[in-house]
């Protein structure tokens, strides 16, 4: 029945004999019924009644897509796996921009794009949370080259939509399963594209350096933020992406076997890499030396028992950190310093991408506690992460990340690490 319903009306088929919970017809064609969607929707409606308004131009909006309405106060409506169609004419301009646009940003690899514009929506049918995602970076995508008094609107459409699909998602999550973990990894990737493109926005990033600070235009390290006892100052960290990076590990942990032989399994075959350092050249064993000499940095305690935790997590942070640099060294020796981006082979961007990023999944938790901590040596190593990322090959919604990341840590530390920060800084030319 599915290749002649008709949405608009809900009609039936004639070819369809109605049989429940699947007709013939679809049976017979090995394909998913969609019969059950009008009952579901048909039932649902007689059971709660939706009220439509129009805008001034007359299209029809429902509750749930009201760009005015409390986010936190609407969900979705679900019934038996699939959802409400509550979705507005602007919602599915959104929808199109994804498919047509938004998804051929996401990765640099074309396989991964046309994963992005048709697995995803595809998932996202019966999964409203993951529509909630695609409509919210489709919107901040539009942002960016919208005028202000359209780009403002679009970021607020981006926000309640990622607020209603996050707390459907936290739902979700917790009863993962063989059918919704494709869906919840397609959520939480989106989540970290979402996070990091609304934090590299205009007010964030290099408009957070006061004018007080030495790489502010005046130059003057007068007037520094008064610091902490451990050498950093008040100042927020603002690194909450890093959270939502590591995020899908509470995925993979239960669900890896699943999402291996799912419809997102090129995200898991796409690079085999060996967890231990190989042979390196002069190029490289500079900058492995200099990471390697970190470790310095906690000499003071480093045979202290109360931190020994702390101790394993920094030297395993280092580790990898060395592990991906690596990675993205194999990934672009061939690629010239000065390479456009349509220079690059998609297979090497896609490798240099996927091992900047995957130094978040692989991190200790008690490190990233301690970058929370503002604990000034886990802070060293990350604005060294810094340079790792400015080495990616960058798109719209991470191009400022690395810069940010490391002018944001040199803010809020005490001049007396300024030192340990050098060797990142020069790197990313700053």
Request: proline share 7%; glycine share 4%; with cysteine.
């Amino acid at each position: 029945m599915s290749p002649t319903l008709n949405l608009a009306t809900s009609e039936v088929p004639k070819d369809c004999d109605e049989k429940k919970p699947s007709c013939s017809n679809c049976d017979r064609n090995l394909e998913r019924c969609s019969l059950t969607f009008i009952y579901s929707s048909r039932q649902a409606a007689a059971a709660r009644p939706t009220p439509i308004s129009r805008t001034s131009h007359g299209a029809a909006i429902s509750p749930l897509s009201s760009y005015g309405s409390d986010a936190a106060g609407s969900s979705d409506v679900v019934t038996q796996g699939h959802f409400l169609p509550q979705f507005s004419v602007r919602d599915m301009e959104l929808l199109f921009h994804f498919t047509s646009s938004t998804s051929k940003t996401l990765s640099l690899r074309r396989p991964m794009q046309k994963i992005y514009g048709t697995v995803f929506p595809r998932l996202a049918f019966s999964n409203p949370f993951l529509l909630r995602a695609i409509l919210a970076v489709s919107a901040l995508h539009m942002a960016r080259k919208a005028p202000p008094e359209k780009a403002e609107e679009l970021l607020r459409i981006a926000s309640e939509h990622q607020n209603i699909g996050l707390a459907s998602y936290r739902v979700a999550i917790g009863d993962i399963n063989q059918h919704s973990c494709d869906a919840l990894f397609a959520f939480a990737l989106l989540l970290f594209v979402h996070v990091c493109a609304a934090s590299d926005l205009p007010d964030s990033g290099q408009e957070d350096i006061p004018e007080s600070h030495p790489n502010s235009a005046g130059g003057s390290v007068v007037g520094t933020p008064p610091t902490s006892a451990s050498g950093t100052t008040d100042q927020p960290l603002g690194v909450e992406w890093i959270r939502m990076a590591r995020g899908v590990r509470v995925l993979l942990e239960p669900g890896k076997q699943w999402l291996m032989r799912g419809q997102l399994s090129m995200f898991f075959n796409m690079h085999q890499w060996k967890d231990e350092m190989s042979d390196i050249d002069d190029e490289m064993r500079d900058d492995d030396e200099h990471l390697k000499s970190l470790a310095k940095l906690w000499d003071s305690f480093a045979e202290d028992p109360d931190r020994e935790e702390d101790v394993r997590a920094l030297n395993d942070a280092i580790f990898q950190l060395r592990l991906a640099h690596q990675r993205i060294w194999i990934a672009l020796r061939a690629v010239p310093p000065d390479a456009s981006i349509s220079r690059i082979k998609g297979e090497d961007a896609a490798s240099a991408e996927a091992a900047g990023f995957t130094w978040l999944y692989m991190l200790p938790e008690r490190y990233v506690a301690l970058i929370e901590e503002k604990c000034p040596e886990s802070l060293i190593i990350l604005a060294h992460f810094a340079v790792l990322l400015g080495k990616i090959p960058h798109l719209w919604w991470s191009e400022r990340r690395s810069t940010a990341l490391a002018l944001k840590v040199k803010i809020i530390m005490e001049p007396r690490w300024w030192p340990w920060l050098e060797w990142p800084m020069s790197r990313l030319s700053l």
